[in-house]
T-cell receptor, first 114, second 109 residues
Framework: DTEVTQTPKHLVMGMTNKKSLKCEQH?????MYWYKQKAKKPPELMFV???????INESVPSRFSPECPNSSLLNLHLHALQPEDSALYLC?????????????FGPGTRLTVL | QKEVEQNSGPLSVPEGAIASLNCTYS??????FFWYRQYSGKSPELIMS????GDKEDGRFTAQLNKASQYVSLLIRDSQPSDSATYLC?????????FGTGTSLTVIP
């Protein structure tokens, strides 16, 4: 099973709302990632968790708050977002060992900030 | 210099032809290399991965890696209209994946 699941598929929120994006994988991967993707651009790395600890934060604004409750789950908490934060938010996971550490993406959450 | 560079295209090939997609990377310590296919509005789908020099074939897809030249390519044989998508090259180094900007491929029936 190479499936990463994400909920919700679509999210519309106002600038004062608080919402959360969820990601789950059952491949035993110990690295999980959040990416942001704008139209016609490549995925842009936001956060990396390795063994449930935040290992990379690519200078993401504090209105985005990641959380990794356990090795299978990854959340992204959203608060006071701006319209320019509207994008496709992708979760991914990969193994942390081996020569070929393939990264698999979930289907994404399409976020619209009004 | 960007970590990963791709020709953005668009690349158009007739149905049944070979599509050739190219990617160069800047850091010699890069470990593994990946090709993703992304349809409009969808998430990237892993189609090929390679970490040793040479060719790796999977069905109609062949990935070629030349670490000395820091070059990785993807060949798609017998191209089909369903292959029309953006192809992202990705390079893994340490705990991070670096993506190229993608090449848009159109297969003309």
């Amino acid at each position: 099973d190479t499936e990463v699941t994400q909920t919700p598929k679509h999210l519309v929120m106002g600038m004062t709302n608080k919402k959360s994006l969820k990601c789950e994988q059952h491949m035993g991967h110990r690295a999980m990632y959040w990416y942001k993707q704008k139209a016609k651009k490549p995925p842009e790395l936001m956060f990396v968790y390795s063994y449930e600890k935040l290992s990379i934060n690519e200078s993401v604004p504090s209105r985005f708050s990641p959380e990794c409750p356990n090795s299978s789950l990854l959340n992204l908490h959203l608060h006071a977002l701006q319209p320019e934060d509207s994008a496709l938010y992708l979760c991914a996971s990969s193994p942390t060992s081996g020569s070929l550490r393939e990264q698999f993406f979930g289907p994404g959450t399409r976020l619209t900030v009004l | 210099q960007k970590e990963v560079e791709q020709n953005s295209g668009p690349l158009s090939v007739p149905e049944g032809a070979i599509a050739s997609l190219n990617c160069t990377y800047s850091d010699r310590v890069s470990q593994s290399f990946f090709w993703y296919r992304q349809y409009s509005g969808k998430s990237p789908e892993l189609i090929m991965s390679i970490y040793s020099n040479g060719d790796k074939e999977d069905g109609r897809f062949t990935a070629q890696l030349n670490k000395a030249s820091q070059y990785v390519s993807l060949l798609i044989r017998d191209s089909q209209p369903s292959d029309s998508a953006t192809y992202l090259c990705a390079v893994m180094r340490g705990n991070q994946f670096y993506f190229g900007t993608g090449t848009s491929l159109t297969v003309i029936p």
